[in-house]
């Protein structure tokens, strides 16, 4: 197992290093940069890449520093992939002295009291599979339960045909949904609610890469995910599309079909299939102090998730304010605002705090999660009754 080898304690320790953990993680170091921070992630490289939208609310309360904004201004408002939204977070967290190694640990508290007995704060951002909520939380949610199940269909072409009509309408059809609130995607929606969402993504090559995505019963989730003849939609291991896979779910295939032939898309590939489920969960807890005093969070997909390509927006939220709780809950002192009338109310605000209420300031960070995660699974909730139909589409161009 890989460790820090040097002398300095790390002050904080990430396990989990994906972009919602390296976000957190930067904006604590700029925070307060004499604070020591080690990220630990067991995968050489990032496991998930689709095009994302991500627009300004993402980008809320971030830290005012130069290079930082210049790192968020060339994400903002472009279709980019979240393996370059890793990369260049990556590259600024090692840029700025965050050390980052790759390990698999099973144990945390085990690892945490071996190795790192001093370190103060802990954050678990290792993904919707969590080791860290599954040991040290005990994998206690709130709630959890699945909204819809949905097979995405991924293949290439060599051109997107799109004549003036439907470009006038996805323009009046997308200022709609800027407005609705989807920070990650365009999202084009027909009239009757019979939602088409299509990813694409073109790369150097100009071979267009889509993922069209339809809705399915749950017989037809199973029929895929478990299987019949060998045969398996997974993430790991996608299905090929054939006839007998047609005959295995003939209605999603349908569907797929009557949207490729609407898109007059001439398909260059072999068409992939992966079955899964869009679900809902928030963790009971997402700060707790152990027995020796040391603080444990959880963020991103580790803590809580929403489907409809909310779950990164609510990551990067979460992130900027969980950093400025670590170092106000670390460094006291640290000015954590560079607006001066912010500054001074922040500074009567933790001293009149520090008076009269003895709770940490970590702990604002559970109170403030409660209120998010609320608000978002509504909002599913809600979204959920109006895609009861065929196919969604969703489009992002690289």
Known sequence: MECNTSLTTPDVIFIGAGPVGLWTAIQTKLLE????????????????????????????????????QRLIYSMLGKKISTNDIEQSLLTFATKIGIQILHSHIDNPMSFINTYYPKVKVVVGSDGS???????????????????????????????????????????????????????????????????????????????????????????????????????????????????????????????FTNKVTKQKHTITSPI???????????????????????????????????????????????GSLVARKIVETISPYTNIYNF??????????????????????IYEYQYWFDLLSHYETSKANVKTLFVESSIVEYSSFK
Not at 43 to 67: A, C, G
Not at 349 to 359: G, V
């Open 129 to 255: 599979h969590s080791i860290v909520r599954k040991t040290i939380f005990g994998d206690k949610f709130a709630y959890n339960y699945n909204l819809k199940y949905i097979a995405d269909f991924r293949y290439t072409i060599n051109s997107v045909t799109d004549d003036s009509k439907q470009r006038k309408k996805k323009k009046k059809l997308q200022k709609h949904n800027d407005d609705d609130c989807n920070d990650e995607h365009d999202r084009q929606y027909d009239n009757d609610y019979d939602k088409e969402y299509e990813c694409v993504t073109k790369n150097k090559d100009n071979v267009t890469e889509i993922t069209t995505r339809c809705f399915m019963s749950e017989i037809e989730y199973n029929k895929l995910k478990h299987g019949n003849n060998g045969m398996k939609a997974t993430f790991k291991d996608p299905a090929t599309y054939n006839e007998q896979f047609v005959n295995l779910v003939p209605e999603v295939c349908a569907k």
């Open 340 to 361: 001066l009338p912010m500054r001074l109310a922040n500074n009567i605000y933790r001293t009149t705090k520090a008076l009269f209420i003895s709770s940490d300031p």
């Open 33 to 68: 940069p004499k604070l020591h921070i080690l990220m630990f992630e067991k995968h050489p490289q990032y496991q998930r890449s689709h095009p994302l939208k991500m627009s300004m609310t993402s980008f809320w309360n971030t830290i005012n520093d130069t290079e930082f």
């Open 272 to 318: 992939t299939v992966t079955a899964t489920h869009l679900d809902v969960y928030k963790c009971e807890k997402v700060v707790m102090t152990d027995a020796n005093g040391r603080y444990w969070l959880l963020v991103g997909d580790a803590a809580f998730a929403v489907p409809y390509f909310r779950a990164l927006n609510d990551g990067l939220l979460a």
